[in-house]
Structures are given as structure tokens and as C-alpha cells.
């Protein structure tokens, strides 16, 4: 037996072979883990690397050993060397440690570590064992996730729209500003104190509770829906909320995207309130309602079909134009096709229609260009106007009475007049040829026209109450006579004002002596004092009287007449009217006609 292999107290120590096989086996071990090994000496020099520290650092076993740990730890002064080792060696255990390691090329490498001290049969320290786990990989996916949590985060807290992260205990682990405004709180408010259950109105909490147990446990992955929202103040608001189950820091949650639709919710809601207000009125108008498309009748509330007597089947695949009496029909078709090709066209009319009986009413239509599911439709407005238009008829049929009477009535003044003054037979009659032809030139409407074409075959009317033998006398007129003879506008008014003309008749004839200076007779009216008619009647009577015969002259002439009213042209006689009364004879060729 070798004695060297027997120790004090009669132990055997291991031979100097056995020791080798067994740092052989430890060190085949050692270099089949994954893991970096590092074993150092009391002293702090690197005792024993195995393969893995090897290849993560890029040195060879020859030039770590021996070498302080330093050379790889970059830790090493606080760890090795200050509270990290003296921890160590108190505590005999460290345990996921973060350090970093230093690479041959001068790269930090970040290791989870763990070390155990290793003591002499005395205590003393014999070495320290290390086993450190590359944990890049795992850095730069916290990296990534850093940064990615990071524009998360930039996106959210300038989003418009509320975001939020609810963990498994129904508290929020993130809400952006939006959020948070929305409800009237600050982020921390709400974020580890809160949670949806809590900003939810009493009533729609067992729908949100339900939507958020299916979500954390996976049943569904998203879920779109609207509740109430109970904000800071009390104050309700209407919520739309799309959430889906997500994975956060390893447990189930739920996140989410939240708007505040009050202004919508309340606008659809007037917008219901304000439909259901026209439905009641469209339903119970007292004017037939109808929507025209393409020809076709798509729509007409209950009056309609009291106009026309017919039903909803009655309507169905018919044109508009067969409830229109057969000599309407063109005329509302071309109205139709304008207006759907944007063309301009009447917005009211008045036609005839036929209800399912055959009777005939007038209807009165206004139209507006709408749209109508998507495409462009007219809607009409009927009213039944058949009473007014039959009225409107009778009191047309009256008035064409009437004026037949009146017209007879004046004619018979006219003729008491030349009966009177035989020399002045016609004069009246061809005034008011010229007076009419002058006043159309001008562009005077034809009721216009009507009223002054009677106030100028009565014009001279008055002169009923000047004596014959002045009216017929050869000679000149002395001022008493010439003054009878200029009281006959004033006479003829008298005469014709208890008369109840249309037209200002007794008016016209009052002032058809005036002159547009003023010079003239009975009022001495000036300009725009005179009617347009009396400044028209004016220049027609002298025309004539100047172009005919006279028993104290002989007649002038038309020429010497036209000249008369030019050299007057602005001072007596109204400009636009003397143009017009020229344009006449020189150019269009008039000329009294006979009688």
C-alpha cells in the first residue's frame, strides 16, 4: 500500500491518477453544459472555463487561466470584489444576477448569473463556481418590446380615440389622455384603480361585465358594442367600444378602443324625432304628397289617395301621366323630363287629373327636385283646387260681362260727344288708335293698354258742358270761351269718377291737357305727377287734332303734328313717348285706320 495515499486520522486521500480521471470527468461534463462555467481561485484568477464560456467569448482555455476575473467580468470591482462577493461568500449562493461579460473582441455580453462558494474542510474559501446564461437574445426582445410599447404608447397618448389595457382583475394597466378626458379623470386616476365596470352606467354594467369575461377568457377574440358611460361628474354619455383578448406581460387581458358617440346618438335620436314629426304631418296633410322616380309613382301619403280614389295596388307600375286628364299629359311630361335633367322648368302649375272614377279635378302641383333612395326624384305637392279654378272662371266670366257694359257704356258717351260736335267726329276714336299703338311700343301691358284705350275714347267727354256754337265757332276764342273750353278735363272726371273702371279712367282723362313743365291744364301737374297713360294720351291727341280737319283751320298735317311734339320733346311732352309716337309714322309705317 503506498503510504502516501494514507492521511492523519487513517483516511485514504485520492492518488494523484484518480484525481486527474476525476477533473477529466468533471471538466467532459462541464463542457456539455450550454451554459458558461467559470470557476476562480480564492485570489480571484480564473481557475477553470468550459467550452460554452469559451466559445461565447472567444478566447482560448491558455488565455484565461491564471487571469483575473476582471478580464471578463466587467462587474468585477463591485461584484467580485466589493458587496456582490462579500454577499457571496456570507450568503455561499447569488442567484439570477444580472452582469455582463467582456468578450475577447471587447463586446458586452449580458448573463443571468449564479455562484456558490466552495470551502476548505476548515471553511477557509477554496474557490467560487459561476454559471452565467447569455441573455441577448432575451434583451433585444425586451428592447423591442420597450420600444414597441414605446410608440404604443407615443400613438396613444396623442390618439383622439380612448385606449385602454384591462388586466384579469377588471382594473385598468393602461389608459391613454383621450380616455381619460372622455370620462371627465386623469390616466392616474384611473389606471390600478378603476376599471370599465366602474365609468359604466348601473344599467348597462351586467352587457359590459359579460363582454369582458368572454374576452379575458378567450370565448371570443374581439367584440364590438355601445353602452352608456358614466363619466366623472355624473354625467351620462353614450359609448361605442371595440375590445379584443390579448396576451399582456404574459397574462390574459383585454384591449381596447373606446369613442364617445353622444353628439351622434343624439343627432340620430332628433333625426328619429324629427322623421317621426314629418311621417305624422306627410300622413295627415291636407295636400296629396307624391314622390315621382323614374316616371313612376313611388310614394303618396293618404290624401293622395283620397284625390284620386285609388289604392297602393292601384298605383303600382302606372306613369304619372295616366292620372292626368289626356291634354295635360305632354305638357306635364316635358315638365318632368326638364326638371330631371336639371333644366329650368315651373315649380307650380295648375292641371286637370282624372280620380279613379272618371271625374275631372283641377289640381294645383309644386314641385321640389330630391333624392329618393339614391337617385333623383320630384316631389309634388296636390292640392284639389277645382272650386277656385271654377270660381276663378265665374268671376272671369263676370268680369268679361262687365267690361262688355262698360265698353257699350263708354261707347255711347263717345257718340254723344261727336254727336255733339260734329267737326270733332272721330277724333276720339282715332286718339285712342295712336294712344294703344304708342303705349304697346312702350311695352305697357294689355290691361294697361285696355284702360287707357277707354280713357281715350271718353277723353274729350267733358266737352258735353261746353255750348255747341263755342266748340263749332270759325274764329279765335276769347279768354272767357277759351276757359269753358279748358274746364272739360275737369267736367269729364266729374262724369266718369262714379263710374267704377278697372283702370283710372276719370284720372287719365283729368290730366291729359297736362304738361311736363307744368304749363299745362287743370292742375298744372309736373312730370312723373302725371300718369304714364295721360302723358301718352297727351301727344296722341295732339297728333291728331293737328293732323285733321278744323272749322278754324284747315288741317296741318302729320309732318307739322310730329314736329310739334319734337320741338316740345322734354319740356311739354314726355321724351320716351314723343321717340315712340315718331318711330310710328317714320318707321313702322302707322296710320289711322278708317272707321
Known amino acids: 500500500m503506498d503510504k502516501r495515499a494514507v492521511r492523519k486520522g487513517g483516511k485514504r486521500s485520492p492518488s494523484r491518477e484518480e484525481l486527474r480521471a476525476s477533473y477529466r470527468f468533471l471538466k467532459s461534463i462541464l463542457d456539455s453544459m450550454l451554459d458558461v462555467v467559470i470557476v476562480t481561485n480564492p485570489d480571484g484568477t480564473i481557475r477553470t472555463v468550459n467550452h460554452a464560456a469559451l466559445e461565447l467569448l472567444g478566447y482560448s482555455e491558455k488565455e484565461l487561466l491564471g487571469q483575473p476575473v476582471g478580464t471578463i467580468f466587467e462587474e468585477e470591482k463591485t461584484f467580485f470584489k466589493g458587496t456582490g462577493l462579500a454577499k457571496l461568500v456570507r450568503e455561499g449562493v447569488a442567484r439570477n444576477v444580472e452582469l455582463v461579460l467582456l468578450s475577447k473582441s471587447g463586446e458586452r455580453i449580458p448573463v443571468v448569473f449564479n455562484g456558490s462558494v466552495i470551502r476548505e474542510e476548515d471553511g477557509s474559501l477554496a474557490a467560487v463556481v459561476g454559471v452565467a446564461r447569455d441573455i441577448r437574445e432575451r434583451k433585444r426582445a425586451e428592447e423591442a418590446l420597450r420600444e414597441s410599447e414605446a410608440r404604443f404608447r407615443m400613438v396613444t397618448e396623442e390618439a383622439l380615440t380612448g385606449v385602454y389595457i384591462v388586466r384579469e382583475d377588471g382594473k385598468f394597466q393602461y389608459v391613454n389622455p383621450a380616455l381619460a378626458r372622455i370620462f371627465g379623470y386623469t390616466p392616474q386616476e384611473l389606471v390600478g384603480k378603476l376599471g370599465p365596470l366602474d365609468l359604466t352606467h348601473p344599467q348597462d354594467r351586467p352587457l359590459v361585465e359579460e363582454k369582458m369575461r368572454k374576452r379575458l377568457k378567450g370565448e371570443v377574440r374581439s367584440v364590438h358594442y355601445t353602452f352608456r358611460g358614466l363619466c366623472k361628474d355624473g354625467k351620462v354619455i353614450h359609448c361605442e367600444a371595440l375590445g379584443r383578448h390579448i396576451e399582456y406581460q404574459g397574462r390574459p387581458a383585454i384591449m381596447g378602443n373606446l369613442l364617445d358617440i353622444t353628439e351622434r346618438v343624439q343627432a340620430e335620436e332628433a333625426l328619429r324625432e324629427s322623421e317621426a314629426r314629418y311621417r305624422t304631418l306627410v300622413e295627415n296633410a291636407n295636400e296629396g304628397i307624391v314622390v315621382i322616380q323614374d316616371g313612376l309613382i313611388k310614394f303618396a301619403n293618404p290624401k293622395f289617395y283620397e284625390l284620386s280614389g285609388c289604392t297602393e295596388s292601384d298605383l303600382a307600375c302606372k306613369h304619372f301621366t295616366e292620372f292626368l286628364h289626356p291634354e295635360e299629359r305632354a305638357a306635364a311630361l316635358e315638365g318632368y323630363q326638364k326638371w330631371m335633367k336639371g333644366e329650368t322648368a315651373p315649380s307650380v302649375y295648375t292641371f286637370r287629373a282624372i280620380d279613379k272614377q272618371g271625374k275631372v279635378r283641377w289640381v294645383e302641383s309644386k314641385l321640389v327636385l330630391i333624392t329618393w333612395e339614391g337617385k333623383p326624384a320630384v316631389l309634388n305637392f296636390?292640392?284639389?283646387?277645382?272650386?277656385?279654378?271654377?270660381?276663378?272662371?265665374?268671376?272671369?266670366?263676370?268680369?268679361?260681362?262687365?267690361?262688355?257694359?262698360?265698353?257699350?257704356?263708354?261707347?255711347?258717351?263717345?257718340?254723344?260727344?261727336?254727336?255733339?260736335?260734329?267737326?270733332?267726329?272721330?277724333?276720339?276714336?282715332?286718339?285712342?288708335?295712336?294712344?294703344?299703338?304708342?303705349?304697346?311700343?312702350?311695352?305697357?301691358?294689355?290691361?294697361?293698354?285696355?284702360?287707357?284705350?277707354?280713357?281715350?275714347?271718353?277723353?274729350?267727354?267733358?266737352?258735353?258742358?261746353?255750348?255747341?256754337?263755342?266748340?263749332?265757332?270759325?274764329?279765335?276764342?276769347?279768354?272767357?270761351?277759351?276757359?269753358?273750353?279748358?274746364?272739360?278735363?275737369?267736367?269729364?272726371?266729374?262724369?266718369?269718377?262714379?263710374?267704377?273702371?278697372?283702370?283710372?279712367?276719370?284720372?287719365?282723362?283729368?290730366?291729359?291737357?297736362?304738361?311736363?313743365?307744368?304749363?299745362?291744364?287743370?292742375?298744372?301737374?309736373?312730370?312723373?305727377?302725371?300718369?304714364?297713360?295721360?302723358?301718352?294720351?297727351?301727344?296722341?291727341?295732339?297728333v291728331e287734332a293737328m293732323s285733321s280737319h278744323r272749322p278754324y283751320r284747315a288741317a296741318l298735317g302729320i309732318e307739322k303734328a310730329l314736329e310739334e311734339i319734337e320741338q316740345g320733346k322734354g319740356t311739354r311732352y314726355d321724351p320716351q313717348v314723343v321717340d315712340a309716337c315718331v318711330r310710328l309714322f317714320k318707321e313702322k309705317g302707322f296710320t289711322f285706320a278708317a272707321r
Open 382 to 542: 296636390l292640392s284639389d283646387v277645382t272650386d277656385r279654378v271654377q270660381a276663378q272662371e265665374e268671376r272671369r266670366r263676370n268680369f268679361e260681362r262687365l267690361r262688355k257694359l262698360l265698353e257699350e257704356t263708354v261707347a255711347s258717351l263717345a257718340a254723344t260727344v261727336e254727336l255733339k260736335d260734329p267737326y270733332t267726329a272721330g277724333h276720339q276714336r282715332r286718339v285712342s288708335q295712336l294712344a294703344c299703338a304708342i303705349a304697346k311700343e312702350l311695352g305697357l301691358s294689355k290691361e294697361r293698354i285696355e284702360g287707357l284705350r277707354l280713357a281715350a275714347v271718353v277723353h274729350d267727354i267733358g266737352k258735353m258742358a261746353v255750348p255747341a256754337e263755342i266748340l263749332s265757332k270759325p274764329g279765335h276764342l276769347n279768354k272767357l270761351e277759351f276757359d269753358m273750353v279748358k274746364h272739360h278735363p275737369t267736367a269729364g272726371y266729374e262724369l266718369l269718377k262714379h263710374i267704377e273702371f278697372p283702370w283710372p279712367v276719370a284720372e287719365i282723362v283729368l290730366q291729359h291737357h297736362e304738361r311736363l313743365d307744368g304749363s299745362g291744364y287743370p292742375q298744372g301737374l309736373k312730370g312723373e305727377e302725371i300718369l304714364l297713360e295721360a302723358r301718352i294720351l297727351a301727344v296722341a291727341d295732339v
